[in-house]
């Protein structure tokens, strides 16, 4: 029995870890797309609005970080399922744009003319927030049509992948 139990607790701190290293990575690449994000925002804010601003930074910064984490988060390679997982990405993408569109209808109401700095720090904070969803979501996206992920928590789509029963 105790050996049992050992091999159930090793298993499941290895899974643990394996989640938590790939949250971590997820971290660091959408913290890639977050400064994209940026970028393009502080970009287009020279010439819209500060919600269409947003609304477009979002939608391009979102389909190009779902192809870096199906690529470098989850290790999904090819081209199979691209149009589902784009899919969620745009959804969330709706999320997204609400709660940064509601961060910045608050801090309009809360300060009379907020500066372009505060504006910024405002959507990274209210995007960092909605970070947590898309990895989840985007987890429980990624598993094969076995419904598992290898240890290294990819997705098996890499052909060089080694997987085990």
């Not at 607790?9 to 940026?38: E, H, M, P």
């Not at 925002?41 to 947003?54: D, H, K, S, T």
């Not at 569109?101 to 809360?110: E, N, P, V």
């Not at 960092?128 to 996206?141: E, H, I, Y």
Request: charged share 15%; aromatic share 8%.
């Amino acid at each position: 029995m105790k050996a049992s139990s050992n091999a159930e607790v090793t298993g499941a701190t290895a899974r643990w870890r394996s989640i938590f290293v790939q949250l971590v990575v997820f971290a660091c690449v959408g913290a890639a797309f977050n400064v994209l994000y940026g970028l393009l925002y502080v970009l287009l804010r020279e010439q819209l609005a500060a919600q269409p601003a947003n609304a477009l930074a979002l939608v391009l910064s979102t389909i190009a970080g779902t192809f870096g984490h199906r690529y470098v988060t989850f290790g999904v390679r090819g081209t199979d399922r691209t149009v589902q997982h784009q899919a969620l990405g745009l959804a969330l993408l709706a999320f997204s744009l609400a709660v940064t569109a509601g961060a910045l209808w608050l801090l309009d109401a809360a300060v009379a003319e907020p500066s372009r700095r505060q504006e910024l720090a405002v959507l990274i904070a209210a995007n960092l927030g909605t970070g947590l969803v898309r990895f989840c979501a985007f987890r429980m996206a990624m598993w094969d049509q076995r419904g598992s992920m290898d240890a290294r928590g990819t997705t098996g789509s890499d052909v060089s992948a080694t997987r085990t029963p």
